[in-house]
């Protein structure tokens, strides 16, 4: 008969008080080199809503090669002004790759479809912002997501203790930033992290 040690089921209880009290919402996540998964190779995450039922966020450094916010408006049909704005399409993750979600400040009317975070970000998953944006109105800052990255319950938690993730800080000026190939250099730096220091663990299984 199989029989638990004290000391070790002590461990495990110690661990999921740990991944309980985890303080997610609106941080950024940063892939680790060598975590296996490559649609999250170099990815950072702001991490949009944290509960025991799941985590759900969206990556905010991988633009999409072949979608424009202009095509992508031509596609749902909604036209655009002289003034129109031009934000990026992302690829928010494997999700509902047909979702849109719009990642934005705080300057902008709140309906009843606008989700809140930490961090003055909000997200909104309906046309109205959009067809702002078009018209050359909207938030003064916005990221626009096609899908979304989710994770079951304590998943994530699971992941953040194996370091396949580190965590930090949200500034929105990283955020938001129109270099998107420079996010995951900066948001290691946030932590005070060279990136070169860390190409030791890429080989790890």
């Not at 202009?70 to 049909?77: Q, V």
């Not at 999700?95 to 003055?120: C, I, K, Q």
């Not at 203790?161 to 929105?172: S, V």
Request: some cysteine; proline content about 6%.
């Amino acid at each position: 008969m199989h029989q638990h040690h004290v000391g070790s089921e002590g461990q495990d209880r110690e661990a999921e008080r740990e991944t309980e009290t985890m303080d997610l919402d609106g941080k950024l996540l940063i892939a680790m080199p060598g975590m296996g998964d490559a649609r999250f190779d170099r990815s950072v995450i702001l991490i949009c809503a944290h509960s025991s039922d799941g985590t759900m966020g969206l990556i905010v450094n991988k633009p999409t090669p072949d979608l424009s916010f202009s095509g992508l408006l031509e596609h749902l049909d909604i036209s655009r002004a002289p003034e129109g704005r031009d934000i990026r399409v992302h690829f928010g993750g494997p999700v509902e790759r047909g979702r849109g979600f719009v990642l934005h400040s705080s300057d902008y009317p709140r309906g009843p479809a606008t989700m809140t975070m930490p961090g003055g970000y909000h997200m909104t998953a309906t046309l109205d912002i959009l067809q702002a944006l078009a018209q050359g109105g909207g938030p003064d800052a916005a990221l626009l997501a096609l899908g979304y990255s989710g994770w079951g319950p304590g998943q994530l938690e699971s992941e953040i203790l194996r370091n396949d993730w580190l965590l930090a800080d949200a500034p929105p000026d990283l955020v938001f930033a129109r270099d998107d190939s420079s996010k995951w250099v900066n948001a290691l730096k946030t932590l005070g992290i060279d990136p070169l220091t860390l190409s030791a663990t890429a080989g790890r299984a």
